[in-house]
């Protein structure tokens, strides 16, 4: 198995809190990929893009979770933010591309990108395998090969 070289950042972020982020983007891209509902997926892209440029405080969805868990009284448990931000800006490409091909009708790429979507937020969801981390560290692994580094 393959060591996985995740960065760390050191800022804290609630476990709770994206892995029921990650619930709900699994529901969204089912809604689109059982039911064929777009306009969730649009919402999807646009929510994504706010947390990764704005910040999670600014996510419309992560806004309504933290509340929720307020509400059941959902005590955090803080991980490093790093690995998860870097996941987020790989969904929000997938994503982006996603709202992109439901956008312009391109039906079999969106069904394709949307399933490879899924596939890794339920690995995440379920079995606590991040998808992003895994090919991060695959790709530090081979560029430091490249650049003759110590982590050959």
């Known amino acids: 198995m ?3 070289a995740c960065p760390v950042n050191y800022k804290p972020i609630n476990a709770y809190l994206i892995k029921f982020y990650s619930t709900i983007v699994a529901a ?3 809604m689109y990929l059982f039911a064929g509902w777009k306009w969730p997926v649009y919402f999807l892209a646009v ?3 706010i947390r990764i440029t704005a910040g999670i405080r600014y996510s419309p969805l992560c806004i309504f979770l933290n509340t929720v868990m307020k509400y059941l009284r959902i005590k955090p448990r803080k991980i490093d933010a790093s690995t998860k931000v870097f996941a987020a800006r790989i969904g929000f490409m997938f994503a982006l591309l996603l709202g ?3 956008f312009l009708h391109w039906h079999l790429v969106s069904l394709i990108i949307g ?3 899924l596939l890794a937020v339920l690995a995440e969801v379920m079995l606590d395998f991040c998808f992003a981390c895994y090919l991060e560290s695959l790709f530090t692994k081979r560029e430091n090969k490249k650049q003759g580094g110590i982590f050959q």
Do not use: P, R
């Open 115 to 117: 399933t490879v979507f």
């Open 100 to 102: 992109l091909s439901v």
């Open 2 to 4: 393959t060591e996985q």
């Open 28 to 30: 969204i891209l089912m």
């Open 47 to 49: 929510d994504f893009f």
